[in-house]
């Protein structure tokens, strides 16, 4: 049974940093690509950042890029999202995700796998 673990989440000023980590059980994370996801109250989940099977090729959002990172380390099966320069507009739940495919994808429907979600609050 696969399980994907996010942890990392809490409550930081804006302007501050957070770091995400998800930990993948049941299944080896080199197999996929995998993503962050996130959820604010009263909207539709929307794609933060993926990261392909190998780790060379990722894609963000306009709405995080030059402020969010996103890698992995295989041997460890876990996947990071690095958060800096927060704004209360990222506050939200964020989820983890992957897929069976090599490559990143920026679409929900592309993957397979979810995580149960960690929340991220900024306050101004």
């Known amino acids: 049974q696969v399980q994907l673990v996010e942890s990392g989440g809490g409550l930081v000023q804006a302007g501050g940093s957070l770091r995400l980590s998800c930990v993948v059980s049941?299944?080896?994370?080199?197999?996929?690509?995998m993503g962050w996801f996130r959820q604010a109250p009263g909207k539709e989940r929307e794609f933060v950042a993926a990261?392909?099977?190998?780790?060379?090729?990722?894609s963000s959002a306009d709405s995080v890029k030059g402020r969010f990172t996103i890698s992995r380390d295989n041997a460890k099966n876990t996947m990071y999202l690095q958060m800096n320069s927060l704004k209360p507009e990222d506050t939200a739940v964020y989820y983890c995700a992957a897929r069976d495919a090599l490559s990143a994808a920026t679409t929900r429907t592309g993957y397979q796998y979810w995580g149960q979600g960690t929340q991220v609050t900024v306050s101004s």
């Open positions: 990261i392909s099977a190998s780790g060379r090729s990722t």
């Open positions: 049941g299944r080896t994370i080199s197999n996929g690509a």
